[in-house]
């Protein structure tokens, strides 16, 4: 898709927390918000915004889906780039928005709406070319590809760069890194067994790895992941990787 | 939920996951195609590009699909092919009993076509007291073992070479036990040549047919195709309608595409195209070709400009290859004929959504399948189309059985949701009652199984959209 903005790193973005990010990882989304400031970037927060709308979408309800998608695109309508600190909800918004409203009145305002997103660490690595400065102690991580980050964003060289700037960090990659984990939003509920199949056996390749941290730039797939990491009582930390990369260069 | 799923795919998928050696015996050989796959394909722009002339070519064909097939069966009977047309199963199995009675022939030799085990064409004949004879070494490993394929091109690829080694050693009488593959296939195409010498009738599925030259073409890598087609006096071959292809100038990317990505072989051992019988100064062929054309739902499939993409299909299989679910349960637990992710989307198409609908809810939607199929069928946006289907809010559903899932209680759910998500200060009530609630969040319903693997996620105490306020932030 073409780019109808080409951002001006001084300039503002709209930041979209993500439904999980603001109930359950407000850290992962106030790092996020502080790395993009540090880089002289001016935040502004619609405190009207809510979920992208993915959840419904995927579970066959695309009516409801729609009310909430078009909520968005009325919250966010200045022509400001749009950043979203995860894969699945940018992939969401960018490649689906569209499709929601084809052939309707709506289209080009959900157009315009979509050509503005931006994964975080896309707008990170791309737009501002942030060189980030690693205080912290050397340790071992590994990462987790979420699946829309992969193929329908296709932003994960961007994260992975992020974390090759950090001297002290060494990536150990996971041996099926684009396999899924088994989230897949209520599939994880419809699906529970194959689901828990799946995500024991991610956990099991990350525990191979021998990493301490295991980073992911999508709270739905830390979610499962980490949750199954504890519900075995493996001492892997599992971290959005927005909050590791400001713990890390702040010096926390 | 007022379901009549015509199978127990809970009990399926329970039974698969807890079955190691099914699981092992998956993920060896799916990694091995994987792999292969890739191997094959190693310029990615390349096959891009060859995924997109792939797409061009059969999405032309579908779109002028009812002239391509009067040009089909015009070309085929000049070239002395007999033409026919099946509505449904039962009329293509008869169509089959009829030649067979006519030929007096007690059994029929087949080389491995997915559209005749659509028919069940074997319990069809057995019931009619006749015989079909798999002579695919795969087909005829499960056969041996009263099984049906658990896989589009491999499909006994859930047995390893011990197992196979039992099969034979149990089903074929006299034979001793060995575990030497090389001995395994020289048992069966011992056994095979017998069946092939005797047989009257030969059955094949078809790759692709030819519209402008009435041509029948089938890739195999174990020449029992070839035996089949041309060994018998009579060769019948059995297509869905989908697989009729404009002009011969379409035929090579589509192979490249189709080896490519099912075996990742450059090219199969065997090519055979079939363009007529025997003819008079010929010394070998069958003497009679007949050709069924099978329509099975697939009409009714056509008529939707999303879900017709669904007719794209070439049955490379490598879809299941890279599906996650698919290696885990393997194909027989999706209990019908094509499993994996094509499978999702076309079983309840052909079913009803009342009968395999459920299928569909088997996807993380993680990608993978739409990200390598050949002729680049959107997976994972027709399983969301059927999930749509199934609950039918907006009264629009085309597919049989539409509507069928939808339920007071879900719909109340999503209502709910909606109405949450569009109202700021419902929205941020939820959170702040979540949040003070904390971890005393009760595990029922949807927590209770999330929690039987995993610690429930800890709502934070102050929502971002608070901690944002409380600072102050710019919303202008």
């Known amino acids: 898709m073409q780019r109808k903005v080409s951002p001006d790193p001084s300039n503002k973005v709209y930041f979209f927390a993500t439904c999980l990010i603001d109930a359950v990882y407000p850290d992962a989304g106030m790092a996020a918000v502080n790395l993009l400031r540090s880089q002289g970037v001016e935040i502004l927060f619609p405190p009207d915004q809510s979920c992208c709308g993915q959840p419904a979408f995927n579970s066959g309800f695309i009516q409801q889906a729609r009310t909430v998608a078009r909520k968005q695109i009325h919250v966010f309508s200045k022509p400001y780039p749009i950043v979203v600190p995860s894969?699945?909800?940018?992939?969401?918004?960018?490649?689906?928005?569209?499709?929601?409203?084809?052939?309707?009145?709506?289209?080009?305002?959900?157009?315009?709406?979509?050509?503005?997103?931006?994964?975080?660490?896309?707008?990170?690595?791309?737009?501002?070319?942030?060189?980030?400065?690693?205080?912290?102690?050397?340790?071992?991580?590994?990462?987790?590809?979420?699946?829309?980050?992969?193929?329908?964003?296709?932003?994960?060289?961007?994260?992975?760069?992020?974390?090759?700037?950090?001297?002290?960090?060494?990536?150990?990659?996971?041996?099926?890194?684009?396999?899924?984990?088994?989230?897949?939003?209520?599939?994880?509920?419809?699906?529970?067994?194959?689901?828990?199949?799946?995500?024991?056996?991610?956990?099991?390749d990350i525990r191979r790895s021998g990493a301490s941290t295991l980073l992911a730039g999508d709270c739905g797939c830390l979610m499962n992941i980490a949750g199954a990491m504890a519900h075995g009582q493996l001492a892997i930390d599992g971290k959005h990787l927005a909050e590791f990369l400001w713990e890390r260069t702040n010096g926390q | 939920m007022g379901s009549k799923t015509s199978f127990d795919f809970d009990s399926n998928i329970d039974t698969a996951l807890n079955?190691?050696?099914?699981?092992?015996?998956?993920?060896?050989?799916?990694?091995?195609?994987?792999?292969?796959?890739?191997?094959?394909?190693?310029?990615?722009?390349?096959?891009?590009?060859?995924?997109?002339a792939g797409n061009a070519i059969k999405r032309r064909a579908l779109k002028k699909l009812p002239q391509l097939l009067e040009q089909l069966e015009a070309k085929c009977t000049a070239n002395g092919i007999h033409v026919h047309w099946a509505e449904d199963t039962s009329q293509a199995n008869h169509i089959i009993l009829e030649i067979m009675r006519r030929h007096e022939a007690s059994a029929v030799v087949k080389g491995k076509s997915m559209v005749s085990e659509e028919m069940h064409l074997n319990r069809f004949l057995e019931a009619h007291g006749l015989e079909g004879v798999e002579t695919d070494l795969g087909e005829f490993i499960i056969q041996l073992n009263h099984e049906t394929p658990s896989h589009i091109i491999v499909p006994a690829i859930h047995k390893n070479k011990d197992e196979v080694a039992a099969i034979f050693h149990e089903k074929l009488t006299g034979t001793p036990y060995t575990e030497d593959?090389?001995?395994?296939?020289?048992?069966?195409?011992?056994?095979?040549?017998?069946?092939?010498?005797?047989?009257?009738?030969?059955?094949?599925?078809?790759?692709?047919?030819?519209?402008?030259?009435?041509?029948?073409?089938l890739v195999e890598n174990e020449g029992n195709g070839r035996m089949c087609t041309t060994v018998p006096d009579v060769h019948v071959a059995v297509m869905g309608l989908e697989k009729v292809v404009e002009k011969l100038s379409d035929v090579p990317p589509l192979l490249r595409l189709l080896t490519g990505s099912a075996t990742g072989q450059l090219i199969t051992t065997y090519i055979n195209m079939i363009s007529s019988p025997r003819k008079a100064d010929e010394k070998d062929g069958p003497k009679e070709v007949h050709l069924v054309i099978l329509d099975n739902g697939r009409s009714s499939i056509l008529a939707d400009p999303q879900l017709r993409q669904t007719l794209l299909c070439i049955r490379c299989g490598t879809c299941l290859n890279h599906c996650p679910v698919y290696v885990r349960i393997g194909g027989h637990a999706y209990g019908h004929v094509y499993p994996g992710p094509i499978g999702k989307i076309l079983t309840p198409q052909m079913e009803g959504?009342?009968?395999?609908?459920?299928?569909?809810?088997?996807?993380?939607?993680?990608?993978?399948?739409?990200?390598?199929?050949?002729?680049?069928?959107?997976?994972?946006?027709l399983i969301r189309r059927l999930r749509y289907e199934s609950y039918d809010q907006e009264a629009a559903a085309v597919v049989d059985g539409g509507g069928y899932k939808k339920n007071f209680a879900e719909t109340?759910?999503?209502?709910?949701?909606?109405?949450?998500?569009?109202?700021?200060?419902?929205?941020?009530?939820?959170?702040?009652?979540?949040?003070?609630?904390?971890?005393?969040?009760?595990?029922?319903?949807?927590?209770?199984?999330?929690?039987?693997?995993?610690?429930?996620?800890?709502?934070?105490?102050?929502?971002?959209?608070?901690?944002?306020?409380?600072?102050?932030?710019?919303?202008?």
């Open chain 1, 87 to 204: 894969g699945s909800c940018a992939g969401m918004m960018k490649h689906h928005y569209p499709e929601l409203f084809a052939g309707t009145k709506e289209e080009a305002a959900a157009r315009d709406f979509a050509s503005r997103i931006f994964d975080l660490f896309e707008y990170l690595a791309t737009v501002l070319n942030v060189r980030l400065d690693d205080r912290g102690a050397p340790t071992t991580v590994t990462w987790h590809s979420s699946c829309h980050a992969l193929r329908e964003m296709n932003v994960v060289q961007y994260a992975k760069a992020l974390i090759g700037q950090l001297s002290k960090v060494t990536l150990v990659e996971l041996e099926r890194e684009t396999e899924c984990c088994g989230f897949g939003g209520t599939f994880a509920i419809k699906q529970a067994a194959i689901s828990a199949a799946m995500v024991k056996d991610k956990v099991d």
């Open chain 2, 181 to 217: 593959v090389e001995e395994l296939t020289a048992i069966a195409r011992r056994t095979l040549r017998e069946r092939f010498a005797d047989a009257k009738v030969g059955l094949s599925g078809v790759n692709f047919a030819i519209a402008e030259t009435g041509t029948l073409l």
């Open chain 2, 353 to 381: 959504l009342e009968k395999a609908g459920v299928l569909a809810t088997a996807s993380s939607l993680c990608g993978a399948c739409g990200e390598v199929c050949p002729v680049k069928i959107p997976i994972p946006d």
């Open chain 2, 412 to 476: 109340m759910v999503w209502k709910g949701w909606e109405l949450a998500n569009r109202s700021p200060l419902l929205n941020e009530l939820g959170t702040r009652v979540a949040g003070a609630m904390g971890n005393h969040l009760p595990k029922v319903g949807p927590l209770k199984q999330w929690t039987s693997v995993r610690t429930a996620p800890r709502i934070a105490r102050k929502s971002l959209h608070q901690r944002l306020r409380d600072e102050g932030v710019n919303h202008e």
């Open chain 2, 19 to 52: 079955d190691g050696q099914l699981r092992k015996n998956l993920r060896n050989a799916m990694d091995i195609l994987v792999e292969k796959r890739r191997a094959i394909f190693p310029d990615s722009d390349q096959l891009q590009q060859l995924r997109a």
